[in-house]
């Protein structure tokens, strides 16, 4: 069983940052491929980045490519995801999540997830 807890979000003017970060416990987290989704008012949960279990390999979706960074600390059970230049659409409820894939970009590829931290960017 993995535990995870998301932290850091907030409200932000546009073009502001965000430090996002993903607490784990439980199994090693070294194991476990992390990613990022995002969840806006009435629309679908999609994913935002992923990072593969050495931090060797990232992936980002397009409309957060050279804004976001994610990142990640086997040492402390630790996924960051740096948020710069931010929009107001990249407002939305920010999930992490676990998983034993190589390097998941899809929700179906995760296992356990944690409860989500609201980012809201303000024009």
């Known amino acids: 069983q993995v535990q995870l807890a998301e932290s850091g979000g907030g409200w932000v003017q546009a073009g502001g940052s965000l430090r996002l970060s993903c607490a784990a416990s439980?199994?090693?987290?070294?194991?476990?491929?992390i990613g990022w989704f995002r969840q806006a008012p009435g629309k679908e949960r999609e994913f935002v980045a992923a990072?593969?279990?050495?931090?060797?390999?990232?992936y980002y979706t397009d409309s957060v490519k050279g804004r976001f960074t994610i990142s990640r600390d086997n040492a402390m059970n630790t996924v960051h995801l740096h948020t710069n230049s931010l929009k107001p659409e990249d407002t939305a409820v920010y999930y992490c999540?676990?998983?034993?894939?190589?390097?998941?970009?899809?929700?179906?590829?995760?296992?356990?997830w944690g409860q989500g931290t609201q980012v809201t960017v303000s024009s």
């Open positions: 990072i593969s279990r050495s931090g060797g390999s990232t």
């Open positions: 999540a676990a998983g034993l894939t190589k390097l998941g970009l899809t929700r179906h590829e995760y296992d356990y």
């Open positions: 439980g199994r090693t987290f070294s194991r476990l491929a």
